[in-house]
């Protein structure tokens, strides 16, 4: 008689994965956060990286706890690091 084997589950575990999906989602908002000195000013870099660092700590946080809500938080970052950019560049004038 033939055993079968037994599948794992397929798909992504976020309890496991999340936070480290967070982390490379972070990594990718620090390059946005970054270039943000091709066209704003220095305070608006400063205000940039001023939004960064409560993600980071979020981030931190759930690790633990809340595992799979860490790969929302570089999603909101580059979100409002696009918002930072329009208000930049419609209110405030910023220009390359």
Known sequence: MRRRRRRRGSGLQLERSGPWI???GLLVVLWCTVTTGLFAPWWGIVLAFVLLIPQVVLV??????HPTW?????????LAWIALGWVGATAW???A
């Open 22 to 24: 967070g982390v490379a």
């Open 60 to 65: 931190a946080r759930w690790t633990r706890t």
């Open 70 to 78: 860490c790969i929302w938080v570089p999603v909101v970052g580059v």
């Open 93 to 95: 004038d910023w220009s």
